[in-house]
C-alpha cells in the first residue's frame, strides 16, 4: 500500500536559517505529492504540490521537487521566519484519498 | 467560493457519552467527504470517506461512525466514547470534478474525553 515517512521532529530553527524537511513514500503508478501546513489550532492548509516527475511545487517561499528516482519530495525554504512555526505534513494521492506522514513540527525563533 | 463549516470547536465528554460532530461545504455540489483524526503527537489517521449521499467506507474498525444525510453535510458519531477518542478531528472535502487529490480542511473539533 501506500505509505509516506518523513523526517522527525521536532526541528527548531533560528530566524533566517536554512530548512529541509525530508519526505520519502511509497506507492503504486504515479501520485501526486502534496505538503500541507497546520498553523496552531488550526486546520491544514495546502501549502504546494507536484502531480508529476521532476515538477517543483512552490509557494511562500517554500519549494519540494518530485524526485521519481528517489522517491521523495523534500520540502527546503531559504529564509525561514518565525510565522513559519507550524507543523508540516507531507501526503500523496491514492484512489480517493490522501494519505499523511506523521507530521513535522517546525518552531522559528527570532 | 466553498467554505467548510465544522462544530462543535471545542467538545468535553464523560466516558461512555454519546458523540456528535458536524461538517458542511457550501458553494459546491456532489463533493468527496472526509473525517481524520489526530491525535496529540501523532500524525492524521483517516476515519471515513465519502463519494456520495448514504456512501461511507470506513478505514479504521472503532467505536465512531460516520453518516452523511445529505451531498454536502458529514456527520461523525459515537455512542459510548472511550478515552482513546480523545484527539482533533478534521473534516475536509475534494471536488471530483478537479480530482480527488486536493483536500480543504475545516479549522477542526478537539475533544476530550473524561
Known amino acids: 500500500g501506500n505509505s509516506v515517512t518523513q523526517m522527525e521532529g521536532p526541528v527548531t530553527l533560528s530566524e533566517e536559517a536554512f530548512l529541509t524537511i525530508n519526505c520519502t513514500y511509497t506507492?503504486?503508478?504515479?501520485?501526486?505529492l502534496f505538503w500541507y501546513v497546520q498553523y496552531p489550532g488550526e486546520g491544514l492548509q495546502l501549502l504546494l504540490k507536484?502531480?508529476?516527475?521532476?515538477d517543483k511545487g512552490s509557494n511562500k517561499g517554500f519549494e519540494a521537487t518530485y524526485r521519481k528516482e528517489t522517491t521523495s519530495f523534500h520540502l527546503e525554504k531559504g529564509s525561514v521566519q518565525v510565522s513559519d512555526s507550524a507543523v508540516y505534513f507531507c501526503?500523496?494521492?491514492?484512489?480517493?484519498?490522501?494519505?499523511f506522514g506523521e507530521g513535522t513540527q517546525l518552531t522559528v525563533n527570532p | 467560493s466553498q467554505t467548510i463549516h465544522q462544530w462543535p470547536a471545542t467538545l468535553v465528554q464523560p466516558v461512555g457519552s454519546p458523540l456528535s460532530l458536524e461538517c458542511t461545504v457550501e458553494?459546491?455540489?456532489?463533493?468527496?467527504l472526509y473525517w481524520y483524526r489526530q491525535a496529540a503527537g501523532r500524525g492524521l489517521q483517516l476515519l471515513f470517506y465519502?463519494?456520495?449521499?448514504?456512501?461511507i467506507s470506513s478505514e479504521v474498525p472503532q467505536n465512531l461512525s460516520a453518516s452523511r444525510p445529505q451531498d454536502r453535510q458529514f456527520i461523525l458519531s459515537s455512542k459510548k466514547l472511550l478515552l482513546s477518542d480523545s484527539g482533533f478531528y478534521l473534516c475536509?472535502?475534494?471536488?471530483?470534478?478537479?480530482?480527488?487529490?486536493?483536500?480543504?480542511f475545516g479549522a477542526g473539533s478537539r475533544l476530550t474525553v473524561l
Open positions: 475536509a472535502w475534494s471536488s471530483r470534478t478537479r480530482g480527488a487529490n486536493v483536500l480543504t
Open positions: 506507492a503504486t503508478g504515479y501520485p501526486s
Open positions: 507536484a502531480t508529476k516527475a521532476d
Open positions: 501526503a500523496l494521492s491514492g484512489a480517493s484519498r490522501l494519505t
Open positions: 458553494g459546491t455540489s456532489n463533493p468527496n
Open positions: 465519502s463519494v456520495g449521499i448514504g456512501q
